[in-house]
């Protein structure tokens, strides 16, 4: 099966503590996006990577940080959770960028207490 | 900076009738890419359709949009709504305007079909 695929599905957790949520695509994809998706349901952009390439949403907090190994990875660390960061986070991947379609995986919940 | 417009934060109509959700975009970007997204409940974004084109139709599973480089609009139009077209649906931007390519996502409308 081709798809994106994000584990856990949902995650709870404390203030304070580091989570990592992973990301595959088995779509031979050259990019992958992060994006957190609110309780309002607002999406916005996190990180994307292409050939090696980091593009940084400057209005991420500096205790998120994506970490690939090869171009079907990209997982999601955060640091130091906080009550903000509750939300969905949703991996994608594209061909390429730019106006490419991007295809999402299922999302992780995260719930900070 | 880039930005997108949805206008309507919740539409509801009865099955049969018309659908038009608007977007609005802003952008320096003089060639953007537009899409719109759909969300059905408890899944994931998904695209319906997109363009480049300034003023050519572009349709899939029924709905239609049209890119008006002019007016920066790119409305998404149905005929008749179905129960199942209820769904959060995004409208998106793509551009080069920073530099990189960048997609930006409009605040969203959930529309719901009543019978």
């Known amino acids: 099966e081709t798809a994106v695929f994000q584990t856990p599905n949902y995650h709870v957790t404390q203030v304070g503590n580091e989570v990592s949520f992973n990301c595959k695509q088995t779509?031979?994809?050259?990019?992958m996006y992060w994006y957190k998706q609110d309780s309002k349901k607002l999406l916005k952009i996190m990180f994307s990577y292409n050939n090696k390439q980091l593009i940084v949403n400057e209005t991420v907090p500096r205790r998120f940080s994506p970490q690939s190994s090869d171009k079907a990875h990209l997982n999601l660390r955060i640091k130091s959770v906080e009550p903000e960061d509750s939300a969905v986070y949703l991996c994608?991947?594209?061909?390429?960028?730019?106006?490419?379609?991007?295809?999402f995986g299922p999302g992780t919940r995260l719930t900070v207490l | 900076g880039d930005s997108v417009t949805q206008t309507e934060g919740l539409v509801t109509l009865t099955e049969g009738l018309p659908v038009m959700l608007n977007c609005t975009y802003q952008?320096?970007?003089?060639?953007?890419?537009l899409f719109w997204y759909v969300q059905h409940l408890n899944e994931s974004p998904r695209l319906l359709l997109k363009s480049f084109t300034d003023n050519k139709r572009t349709e899939h599973q029924g709905f239609h949009a049209t890119l008006h480089k002019s007016s920066s609009s790119f409305h998404l139009q149905k005929s008749s709504a179905q129960l199942s077209d209820s769904a959060l649906y995004y409208c998106?931007?793509?551009?080069?305007?920073?530099?990189?390519?960048?997609?930006?996502f409009g605040s969203g409308t959930q529309l719901t079909v009543m019978p």
């Open positions: 994608a991947s594209s061909e390429d960028t730019g106006g490419f379609e991007q295809y």
């Open positions: 998106a931007l793509s551009d080069r305007a920073s530099g990189s390519w960048q997609l930006i």
């Open positions: 779509l031979g994809h050259d990019t």
């Open positions: 952008t320096i970007y003089s060639n953007p890419f």
